[in-house]
């Protein structure tokens, strides 16, 4: 065994020093390349700034553009913010001087967003003019060459080589320099994985062998596992850092001291007897905070030894019960409706309370809300070794029992539960009346899957519709802004992000600052096509997430919708993704929503399957839901 003679106080501090910047301890003045950085109001300002001059370029106003461009450069000549929409305003408004020289002021300025290269020769090749073209492309050749002379030189100097690293990847991307790109990605990857794969499974290379050659040394780099105490001290600082540093839920988790927190965790990652174990320790460690969109993600090969029974198993109330057999071998020796009532001789809570800090079962127990993480922790009751037997007790909804020895022979579930269900499928369920299912917002375009779908239906025909989200995790919020439009009349507003830490901590005056920050999504306008003013029930269930708990919330905000099943998943939020050693990692929620976060959105109808139903594989939210779409009439809510 490998000597650990590291204490819990020393590693502690080395966390905090290799990167865990506290709210309102100073930057290093490295972390800055060029130019004093901006304050915390200042950041949020270009923002909304950045925001009306997109506008502004949309309603084809240039000379309003270019004003608004002005006085962003005027007031902060260092930042690249201002040259970058003087060179968008001046090009697309005919003024090729003025864009050149925008283009000369921006090579020397300090880029809070690299990304802005991939959209410099895209704007140019749009213009009409071929001479204005020609002229703008040499120009942006030559800020290119003026960019990276600077950012070598600050190299030189010892400014931020991570922010510089990254930004060359941009560079080399948009000079066409595919061989610096890629050199550039495995230095990149050392310490932000996650971007570099990005890259090179987004771009469209020239050459993609070498693109694939450079993917598989950084994965296999990434799947190395040695479990010695340098490789385990890494894990640990890289999540503390990151939690520390970018979590939206920190600040309002039951952890009230994350450094303190952290420390007493240490010792059971360093005595972990192997890499399920030391995983399992990271994730007590990261769970505890409640967020079930803050979690850490277990390598592939350690939840590949692990198996299941081929039971799709639900709590309803303090029972859990089969829901569903996908095993053919099972048939006739376990149905829907029959009760777990002991898995290896123990109750089945008695049985997950044991083994919560194990996995898969560590995966949720902590999480809230509560009925999420029972949900969870209920398709993984039967889980354990591949391969072993479960011992389990069962008992029909007519009282008769039986003891089975099942095999965990099968894979866990962390797909949905259909797989192949359609992005969205409309079926009529009563004369009038439309069950919608919408089993996920990603997979495919789910806005133009809901237009085909819905293409058969007559609204003025319509008695009702009846949405159902029912174990939809979520995905892209838009395309239930989209879908949304189809069910007003007039514009609304969008569904808010209550609280976003600000992703950018190189970028405030001195401090890694928190802002409360209430961010609208776009207004939504009602949409050209059908428009249904029926009534409109929804069906949720406790794996209700994310963006179709956004897609919940923009119904319950206009009172356009009745509530059908049980409270949502309470969980919501971009990732921010970072590897750690032997191939798992970590994924940090970066904005949460104080509408339902950690609570979930309540039905205004509860409902759960009995036993009777699962058996008789009767609907009986869908049931209800029917009953109830009178109630659901706009004008009667």
């Not at 290269?117 to 942006?140: C, F, H, K, N, S």
């Not at 409902?607 to 839901?625: H, N, V, Y």
Request: charged share 25%.
């Amino acid at each position: 065994m490998r000597r650990r003679g590291i204490s819990i106080l020393c590693l502690a501090a080395l966390w905090i020093a290799a990167g865990a910047i506290r709210a309102g301890a100073p930057l290093p003045a490295e972390t800055i390349p060029y130019a004093g950085s901006v304050s915390l109001a200042e950041y949020v300002r270009l923002l909304e700034e950045m925001q009306a001059f997109q506008r502004l370029v949309r309603a084809a106003d240039f000379d309003g553009a270019a004003a608004l461009a002005r006085t962003v450069a005027k007031r902060s000549p260092e930042l690249s913010v201002g040259h970058e929409m003087g060179f968008l305003a001046a090009a697309f408004g005919g003024r090729t001087d003025a864009a050149v020289a925008c283009l000369e002021r921006l090579a020397d300025s300090y880029f809070i967003y690299p990304e802005i290269y991939a959209t410099l020769l895209p704007a140019v090749e749009r213009l009409a003019d071929p001479d204005q073209r020609q002229r703008l492309r040499e120009a942006v050749a030559a800020c290119f060459q003026r960019r990276a002379l600077r950012l070598h030189q600050a190299q030189v100097r010892g400014a931020n080589n991570r922010q510089i690293q990254v930004e060359l990847v941009y560079l080399h991307l948009a000079a066409g320099d595919e061989a610096g790109a890629l050199r550039r990605l495995e230095d990149v990857a050392a310490f932000d994985g996650p971007f570099a794969r990005g890259v090179l499974r987004r771009s469209a290379w020239r050459d993609p062998a070498a693109a694939r050659a450079v993917e598989e040394r950084l994965d296999a780099k990434r799947r190395a596992w040695s479990g010695a105490v340098e490789e385990r001290v890494d894990g640990v600082v890289r999540v503390a850092a990151a939690v520390q540093a970018m979590s939206a839920a920190l600040p309002l988790s039951p952890v009230t001291h994350w450094p303190g927190h952290v420390a007493r965790w240490i010792p059971a990652a360093l005595a972990a007897a192997d890499k399920a174990a030391y995983y399992e320790a990271l994730a007590g460690m990261v769970h505890a905070l409640g967020d079930n969109h803050t979690r850490v993600l277990f390598p592939e090969d350690v939840a590949a030894a692990c198996g299941d029974c081929g039971l799709g198993i639900r709590p309803v109330g303090e029972r859990f019960l089969v829901d569903r057999v996908d095993d053919p071998a099972l048939a006739g020796r376990v149905r829907p409706g029959d009760e777990i009532t002991a898995v290896d001789g123990l109750p089945p809570a008695e049985h997950l309370a044991r083994n919560s800090a194990r996995f898969p079962w560590v995966e949720h127990a902590a999480l809230r809300p509560a009925g999420y993480a029972r949900r969870r922790l209920a398709a993984d009751l039967l889980a354990g070794p591949a391969g072993t037997t479960v011992q389990v007790a069962v008992r029909a909804p007519d009282g008769t029992t039986a003891a089975l020895a099942l095999r965990r022979d099968r894979p866990l579930r962390r797909g949905p539960a259909a797989p192949g269900e359609p992005l969205v499928s409309a079926q009529e369920v009563a004369p009038g009346v439309w069950r919608i299912r919408i089993p996920q917002f990603e997979g495919g375009d789910v806005y133009a899957a809901f237009r085909e779908a819905v293409a058969p239906i007559d609204p003025g025909r319509t008695r009702g519709l009846i949405l159902d989200l029912r174990d939809n995790p979520g995905g892209n919020s838009a395309y239930g802004d989209a879908i949304f439009a189809h069910f007003i009349d007039a514009p609304c507003r969008n569904y808010r992000f209550d609280y976003t830490p600000v992703f950018a901590p190189t970028k405030i005056n001195g401090y890694h600052g928190r802002l409360r920050l209430y961010a609208e999504g776009a207004s939504i306008e009602p949409a050209d096509g059908p428009r249904f003013r029926c009534p409109v029930v929804l069906l949720v269930s406790e794996l209700t997430a994310s963006a179709a708990e956004d897609f919940v919330c923009l119904f319950r905000n206009e009172g356009r919708a009745l509530l059908v099943g049980r409270p949502t998943a309470g969980g919501t939020g971009n990732g921010h993704y970072v590897d750690l050693p032997g191939g798992g990692m970590l994924r940090v929620g970066l904005n949460v929503s104080l509408a339902y976060s950690w609570q979930g959105l309540k039905p205004d109808v509860g409902l759960e399957p009995s036993p009777a139903d699962l058996a008789g594989g009767r609907d009986a939210e869908l049931a209800r839901a029917l009953e109830l779409l009178p109630a659901a009439a706009p004008d009667g809510l």
